[in-house]
């Protein structure tokens, strides 16, 4: 049976070359960054992702960043703009509770003037 698909560009060796280097990677830097690591490894970011071999080894980069935006933010040692920004791209997102339902009735208050133009 043929596969089905885009041809892969990469030999199983290759693969576990570049498992063993994101590997290293995560577990050197403070907070890692997929798009860093394809620059400085001259891997098309999207073959990260293409690749079902690479899959854990992202979502654990992805959850390393998280973890450290987030203790890094709270403790005030990374910039907060920054830190919002990137867990955003995340899927983080801003979030406004509203709560419009009250236990008093809703009262407004109109004040009614005469003026000259309605004599």
Known sequence: MAEVGRPRSYTDEQIEEIKGKLFEYINSENIPI??????????P??????????STLVRRCIDKKESQLEKLGLDGDVNTSMAIFSLKQLGWRDKQDLNMSTDKPLSIAI?????????
């Open 34 to 43: 997929i798009a860093e690591f394809a620059y400085k490894n001259e891997i």
């Open 45 to 54: 970011r999207n073959t990260l992702y293409d690749y079902p071999e690479f």
């Open 111 to 119: 004040e009614v003037v005469e003026t000259d133009e309605d004599k």
